[in-house]
């Protein structure tokens, strides 16, 4: 079993920056591949980047590239994503995955967490 802890949300206007972090915890969670999703008020909830298990991989949806940076600390078991020049459309609950299959652009994950909310006031 694999547990998924974000934390890092909060409020802040647009421009600024942020930076969400993901604490797994579980067997051979570090060989896993890891994402950032995030689900906007009455809307689907969407890809925003993945790492691969070993840190040296990632992939970015196009709406962050550029702007967002995924990074891993595998000693600590924890993925940060930090989030700069926010604006308003990045308003969103933020939500860590784990899955155990290789592949970077593969969207489905095993293991969610809760979430943590961002807003971006304009």
């Known amino acids: 079993q694999v547990q998924l802890v974000e934390s890092g949300g909060g409020l802040v206007q647009a421009g600024e920056s942020l930076r969400l972090s993901c604490v797994a915890s579980?067997?051979?969670?570090?060989?896993?591949?890891m994402g950032w999703f995030r689900q906007a008020p009455g809307k689907k909830r969407e890809f925003v980047s993945a790492?691969?298990?070993?840190?040296?991989?990632?992939h970015y949806a196009d709406s962050v590239k550029g702007r967002f940076t995924i990074s891993r600390d595998r000693a600590k078991n924890t993925i940060f994503l930090q989030m700069n020049t926010l604006s308003a459309e990045d308003t969103a609950v933020y939500y860590c995955?784990?899955?155990?299959?290789?592949?970077?652009?593969?969207?489905?994950?095993?293991?969610w967490g809760q979430g943590t909310r961002v807003t971006v006031s304009s």
């Open positions: 579980g067997r051979t969670v570090s060989t896993y591949r």
């Open positions: 995955a784990a899955d155990r299959r290789p592949i970077l652009t593969l969207v489905s994950y095993d293991y």
């Open positions: 790492i691969s298990w070993g840190g040296t991989s990632t």
